[in-house]
């Protein structure tokens, strides 16, 4: 305990306070609305993707301070990357909630702070609400892009 506990939770209120990537895309190549019903988080996602890569990562919404920290950070993390990179981040740190990985923070980022939240179980939807919503939107954007051609 100490030093890097308290460094992690400064870290979330610091995303929390000054949420990073907040907004919508207006011409978005996906968006996604997410509801965690448990805590009453709402999450809005909208991505650009051009090339294959995230160039625009923005979400909105409302909720308690993790799921808001989460969001911000992860708009940090995923924002340049290609998608199929997207979704390994997204898969680690989903692992990572669920207690099922050592953390790395060269691909998390900020977002290793929230490692601690993996004990609190019903915490963990909170933090994982707008991760999802990302992993959901590129799904989408996919399914679009092949019929669409
Ligand atoms: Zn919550």
Request: charge should be negative.
């Amino acid at each position: 305990m100490g030093g890097l506990d308290d460094l992690y939770q400064q870290l979330i209120l610091d995303h929390y306070r000054n949420r990073r990537g907040r907004g919508r895309i207006e011409n978005a190549s996906a968006s996604v609305h997410e509801h965690n019903p448990v805590c009453g988080d709402e999450c809005y996602l909208d991505i650009l993707v051009v090339d294959d890569r995230l160039v625009e990562v923005r979400s909105d919404g409302d909720g308690c301070s993790i799921s808001q920290a989460a969001a911000s950070m992860l708009t940090e993390v995923a924002e340049g990357k290609q998608l199929d990179e997207a979704l390994d981040t997204v898969e680690h740190f989903r692992l990572m909630m669920h207690g099922e990985t050592e953390p790395d923070e060269d691909v998390l980022g900020d977002a290793i702070a929230l490692e601690g939240v993996a004990k609190y179980p019903v915490r963990v939807k909170c933090a994982l609400l707008s991760w999802l919503a990302l992993r959901d939107a590129i799904a989408g954007y996919r399914e679009t892009t092949a019929h669409g051609g």
